[in-house]
């Protein structure tokens, strides 16, 4: 930076047009904007050091809502996973509706399905994942579920009611024609898999005592809830077949469900997603 400064007093009236050209050094202006902000960062570090003084004094009295976090325990997963939901459709009630605006009915997969084996009753079974695959974008776990059956295995499913208005549910168990001889295979992800011996096997479907989110990671024979009642024996003797049970479902409830073979040597496998058969909880319209 440049700036026109007169040699002299003498020189300001002087016609010559004769000018001196005198620099201004960029250092003095650097070492400037340096200072400041030195002092800032003081500046600021005294007041987070006071702010934290404040809220640590003994004398300074919290208010109720924060006295109340700090006093109340950390909840676990397990806790959290109790929690009710809450509604997202407040005052719908109160709106009155034509009986032609019945909505349509929906299918609901399940969120959980995980085996339970009671010749290993202290063993775990979460296999989610094994159709885990990778992609451009990153690791994906599709939504699988895989129902497993045996002499001694079940498979433990859990539903969640969703939508207002839609509490009267239907669970259906729909068995494929096609199937295929057991060879122990898990399949690819998209591959059809269903697996049945020979006809007839024996079915049972029970209600289990959990009306909250199990942790599929530790759930075994032995720490399965209870049951809560038999909905039905069904003894399958040709496929395609279907199976249904119909009851009064509560919005954001949840529903645990346990199926068994009860026909020796039974053998029964399958991996489901939202597109192929198997079981599944159809919400129908209750308004």
Request: contains cysteine; charged residues 20%; glycine residues 4%.
């Amino acid at each position: 930076m440049y700036q026109h400064l007169p040699r002299n007093d003498l020189e300001e009236n002087d016609t010559s047009g004769e000018e001196v050209k005198v620099q201004i050094s960029p250092e003095s202006s650097s070492k400037t904007l340096c200072h400041w902000a030195v002092v800032a960062c003081i500046i600021c570090t005294i007041a987070n050091l006071a702010s934290i003084y404040i809220s640590h004094s003994p004398s300074r009295s919290l208010p109720q809502s924060a006295e109340f976090l700090l006093q109340s325990p950390r909840l676990t997963r397990q806790e959290i996973s109790k929690l009710r939901h809450p509604t997202q459709f407040i005052g719908l009630e109160r709106i009155h509706r034509h009986l032609s605006s019945a909505a349509k009915p929906f299918v609901n997969k399940p969120f959980l399905s995980v085996r339970v084996d009671e010749a290993i009753p202290d063993k775990s079974f979460f296999d989610v994942d094994q159709r885990v695959y990778r992609t451009s974008i990153g690791t994906v776990s599709p939504e699988y579920h895989r129902i497993r059956l045996t002499s001694t295995a079940s498979t433990i499913l859990q539903f969640r009611a969703i939508d207002y208005g839609m509490e009267a549910c239907e669970l259906r168990i729909s068995l494929p024609a096609h199937h295929t001889a057991h060879d122990g295979s898990v399949g690819a992800v998209g591959e059809p898999s269903f697996t049945i011996p020979e006809l007839p096997i024996e079915l049972h479907l029970s209600q289990l005592d959990a009306s909250f989110p199990l942790d599929g990671e530790t759930i075994t024979h032995r720490t399965q809830p209870r049951t809560l009642r038999t909905i039905a024996g069904f003894t399958v003797t040709d496929l395609p077949t279907s199976f249904s049970y119909n009851f009064t479902c509560g919005m954001e409830e949840v529903f645990t469900f346990r199926l068994e073979c009860w026909s020796p040597g039974c053998y029964v496998d399958w991996w489901q997603d939202s597109g192929n058969p198997g079981i599944s909880l159809i919400q129908h319209s209750s308004i």
